[in-house]
């Protein structure tokens, strides 16, 4: 995946600039992912904030204090810290960030008061707990840098803006405990604190919008976007990023309020250049368009899947509700169970092998019959890393769709397609899934082959 | 999950500290997520080198050039950078490390020659591809920083082991691509690489172990620990951590190796207090325990799964040669599938409900003797949103595993389990899979219930 635009010649430039400082022990030595970071990167961007970088440290104040200095000399505006609010002595965010800031702590006597009723309230599911010990420690969750916004817990621990003190130069701090369901119901606090709008009050916001590509190598997407600039586009009022996802080619795309037209001639000349590869304009997914078609349409499906092994079925039954047309599925690994459970005569697959395009057809038109579904969805392929051959490589897949009336067992119109699908064998798996879900939209969407 | 011990008592200190530098604007807009920091910090703590930091900056050039020499002023002795290694303008990752150490970039005309041969050889998958451009595209990957080691590809983009040039002062950096499937094999060859093993060679390794546990609540096993202290065992020398992770419990544990009896009196301690829960002391998965099982065993299998749509199958059919032992599923959503397709009785349904013990362990028999396979499993239940009651809430899920002789219609054993399990519709799916596989190692090791 790539950025496809020139960063040095993008002219939306975001005005200001923030760091996002992650603390913790267990994120930095990856015993836990870091869920903050990428998820304030984003709400940063929205706000036109643009996030120069993410840095996670440990709990050692030297790093902390280290990251802190830097991204100030680095000359960012703001900086988000998650972690390291809590009531034990290793949990240092508030003091250190008071310090960077140039302001003494205090102790609010109020937010203690506020914490101590949390406490009190949380006390019943712990009924041995030692409740003096457990004041005291949250005490020093009250203890504040003189003049910081105080932003209340969705936990025990509260947030802080803290902006620098009179005399100070530097950025203002927004300090937010670790656990994501606190921070996040915390931000919406952020948004509407002063000294945070006061801190952000050069920036505009963008606008992000995403199309996506099915069958289309990474390479042919740049030779377009070239043609758009030679064409005479205004590229660079966008920021374009193309970025390969689970077999899908997606083109995100971020751009000032202003630019809308230039976004909109870039997806009009990526629709006339790739229009049977360009399936999503808005935003949606290929799960989202082929559970809406299915629902839209009354449609009912089954699957019969050898190399994929039920994760179609599974990716199928992933949406709540998905029981209103997936019917079900046959995972057929042997070649007995393939005529045993969806019907193929034993005949087809000695003649032609069980990776075969007669073989997946068989599957599909078995598996709508057996479960009377109006669509039947067969795939038998290579998935390795054994069992490939000269003429049947690993990756080797073969795809076919059938589509009828519900209950009839005469099939009305079948794709086929056989692919050959790069990566190891959990990439073939999870691409044939992908393959798959784009032959059901174009059989259901009327597009003819 | 939590650390248990406590970092600042630990007393195995590393004395080799490196940055990890993740470059992507993808990742740090949060588009895509990071997994190659966490990654590289738990493959650096087991060599005994503490990360020190993770970092990820954009695709900027400036933002990369002042990572680097942050990491170098705070005093590390090791960068390991992912991303920025492919064919086009913006890729500038070996370019930028190879200024910082001092050294100019040259174009190696063997490497350029290796690269040329594995794109020729993906060619054939996009006929119409502009070859001369993706030529003089690739011909970027092979121009390095003179005299740094090269890290065969295994996507097209080499890696790069680039230690400061004479004169120089500063990290040795590695250069790794970004895609996890080809950083993760290529760390292989920075293992056994001079210039790499030149750069940690202060650091002290540790050893990792980790036991698994199933079925014991994450607070349980921290009493155990407490009580392992109490009855005086060392565990200042061995740092714990403990996971939950897809339903079972992961104890992992970092010691020097002249701590190796301390923490075998450990997995000793928790074996004698958890015996039935203890299901892993060699660091195998449970994945690997019941594919060896059922391969030791000369077993059959089939499964038959309504909530969990196809997940079981595709979890049994992840490992290469499960063809050996899986013989097929079926994934029966319908009330009609699970009759049609796996021979549940429609009345067992009426009088008991789909989701039953009943219909589990008749899901269980049924599709065991429609694939003639010596295990077959049942699952039924809740996964939600939707569909729960106060008798069934959602979480609920009914398992049965039933045992006979391949190819013999009778089943000589059952067992069932009903569990209330916790989270959101993809959790209650994937842990439903988990507690399917302990139940098929528990009836096939001949644990008794």
């Known amino acids: 995946m790539r950025r496809v635009s020139d960063p040095a010649v993008f002219t939306g430039q975001a005005r200001v600039r923030a760091g996002i400082l992650v603390t913790g022990t267990e994120v930095l030595t990856g015993i836990i992912p870091d869920r903050n970071g990428p998820w304030l990167s984003e709400r940063l961007r929205d706000l036109g904030v643009d996030a120069a970088t993410i840095q996670i440290v440990g709990d ?223 935003g949606s997914t290929i799960d989202e368009q082929v559970a809406q078609l299915l629902l839209q349409g009354g449609e009912t499906i089954a699957v019969a899947e050898s190399c994929t092994g039920g994760l179609l079925a599974a990716r199928l039954t992933d949406r709540p509700g998905s029981s209103a047309y997936m019917l079900g599925g046959a995972v057929v690994y042997s070649n007995q169970a393939k005529s045993d459970l969806a019907g193929v005569d034993p005949k087809v697959i000695e003649t032609h092998g069980a990776v075969s395009v007669e073989v997946a057809r068989a599957l599909a038109e078995g598996v709508r019959q057996r479960f009377g579904s109006s669509l039947g969805v067969g795939i038998t392929g290579v998935a390795g890393p054994g069992g490939g051959s000269a003429e049947k490589p690993v990756g080797l897949v073969c795809f076919s769709v059938a589509h009828g009336r519900s209950g009839d067992g005469s099939t009305t119109r079948t794709l086929t397609r056989v692919r050959e699908l790069p990566g190891q064998r959990a990439d073939v798996r999870e691409r044939s899934t992908t393959v798959a879900m784009h032959l059901v939209r174009r059989i259901l969407s009327g597009e003819c082959d």
């Open 60 to 282: 050692r104040p030297a790093d902390l204090r280290q990251a802190l200095g830097q991204m100030a000399a680095a000359g960012l505006d703001l900086i988000v810290t998650s972690g390291g609010l809590g009531p034990t002595a290793d949990d240092l965010t508030a003091e250190i960030v008071g310090a960077f800031c140039g302001r003494e702590m205090v102790l609010d006597e109020a937010l203690e008061e506020r914490i101590a009723k949390i406490i009190e309230h949380n006390l019943h599911r712990w009924p041995d707990a030692d409740r003096e010990a457990m004041r005291t420690a949250n005490r020093k969750q009250a203890v504040i840098p003189r003049g910081a916004t105080i932003l209340e817990p969705h936990g025990t621990a509260p947030g802080l803006i803290v902006p620098p003190a009179d005399g100070h130069d530097g950025p203002t701090v927004v300090v937010l405990p670790g656990p994501p369901r606190e921070l996040q119901p915390m931000w919406e606090d952020v948004l509407s604190a002063r000294e945070f709008r006061r801190a952000i009050a050069d920036a505009t916001p963008f606008r992000r919008e995403i199309v996506r590509l099915f069958g289309l190598p990474e390479a042919e997407i740049a030779a377009t976007l070239r043609a758009a600039a030679a064409a005479g586009l205004h590229l660079e009022a966008l920021e374009i990023t193309t970025c390969l996802r689970r077999g899908e080619l997606e083109i995100s795309t971020r751009f000032e309020p202003a630019s809308q037209s230039d976004y909109d001639a870039l997806v009009a000349f990526v629709a006339e250049r790739h229009p049977r590869r360009l399936f999503s304009q808005d």
